[in-house]
């Protein structure tokens, strides 16, 4: 379960990535970490569906309630002191819904609408909330979450701003930085082929050849 949870969040951060990559061959990277996540998730949630059959008299209920909607887009605006999150849901059971609020990202998962379930998540926020001030609206045709921040101040995103796609200011003088950064966070979470591929082009690249390192990932 813990697994699955873990690869569903990796998921989410990979799509946000892939949404505001410019360069093609970056985008084509995070898509091919995107099919890899979502083939190991695929498998995590085979089994565990079969762990379900196999005990006793298992709930129909609670398999279904594995699989979730991402709910990817929504509306939201701010003022000094909190954030609000604007879903539109119709049909929403307060008794069947479920709020994790922590200080830097929030889960919330809305059961049995329709005969489907939803899930809002943001695995890693722009800056601190204060969980225990955090709260869910249900309105007839929408849900409204409230996020109260741990400091006043103007977001400019709601999502986590560590943009790997471009160097920082110490790197400015070498313009290959942002990227060998980014190839190290995909090593880590790639497969053995990804891995071989990347360090294939993280070596050309250190002994100074005049190749453009993720051009082999392609």
Known sequence: MADEEQLRLDLD??????????????ASLLASEIRNIEAKLSVVTAAVAQAGVS?????????????????????????????????????????????FFKP???????HDIRGKNYRCAIPKLNKEIVPEKCKVAIKPTKVIITLFKASKGNWLDLYFKEDKLKPSLDKERDPMAGIMDLMKNMYEDGDDDMKRTIAKAWTDARSGKTVDPLSRSL
């Open 13 to 26: 951060e990979l799509r946000h990535l892939e949404s505001v990559a410019k360069r093609p061959r970056v």
């Open 55 to 99: 005990a006793e008299k298992p709930s129909v209920a609670v398999i279904a309630s594995k699989c979730y909607v991402t709910l990817g887009s929504f509306s939201w605006d701010q003022d000094n002191d909190k954030i609000k999150i604007y879903i539109f849901l119709e049909g929403v059971d307060e008794e069947k819904m479920e709020t």
């Open 104 to 110: 830097m990202s929030v889960d919330i998962k809305f």
